[in-house]
């Protein structure tokens, strides 16, 4: 079961009204679980690719996490994690980190975290979430990749329809014997 407490089920809710009444159903992705629970939210504004976690806190409460990612394939470096040490006092609200791929040690996605209490979530302060997530990827999307490696989510996408071009799914014959 995906919902640990009812706080965090009224805020999934609470969001999904939230996010389809200010952006319109074809642009929120509802995510869902293995088990076709909708669990979570996922949308493109401007160059980022942003998620949207509903989660228990504190066994009664919720928060939620709003989840930009800036880069893909990005190597990790000590440059790079400078840069980061850096950066993140000048970000009023959240921070950038970086997400390690498990199968592949080394290499990951630059991300921005933002983190807000579900209890008193307001409109206004979700969409400053997006609107401040979606200006920062737009801004430090292109530096990252210049300086560090990797791709934005832009040429990550464009990689991925080339592949899907150069190597079309096969279709199975059908036996007739």
């Known amino acids: 079961m995906f919902f640990q407490n009812d706080n965090q089920k009224q805020l999934f809710t609470k969001l999904k009204d939230l996010l389809t ?9 509802i995510q869902k679980d293995n088990d076709g629970v909708e669990i979570s939210f996922r949308m493109i504004r401007g160059s980022a690719d942003i998620q949207i976690f509903p989660y228990s806190f504190r066994k009664t409460e919720s928060m939620v996490t709003l989840l930009a990612i800036l880069t893909f394939q990005t190597p990790y470096s000590p440059e790079l994690a400078d840069w980061i040490v850096k950066i993140n006092p000048k970000i009023t609200f959240g921070g950038f980190g970086f997400v390690e791929y498990k199968e592949k040690p080394g290499i990951g996605n630059v991300v921005l975290y933002y983190d807000m209490l579900g209890k008193t979530l307001t409109s206004d302060e979700l969409y400053n979430a997006l609107d401040n997530a979606s200006w920062l990827a737009d801004k430090w999307d292109d530096y990252i990749v210049e300086h560090f490696g990797g791709l934005t989510n832009q040429m ?14 096969q279709q199975e014959k059908e036996n007739w014997e």
């Open 21 to 29: 009444t200010y952006y319109g159903q074809k642009h929120v992705n």
């Open 156 to 169: 990550s996408y464009e990689q991925m329809q080339k592949e899907k071009q150069q190597n079309p799914p």
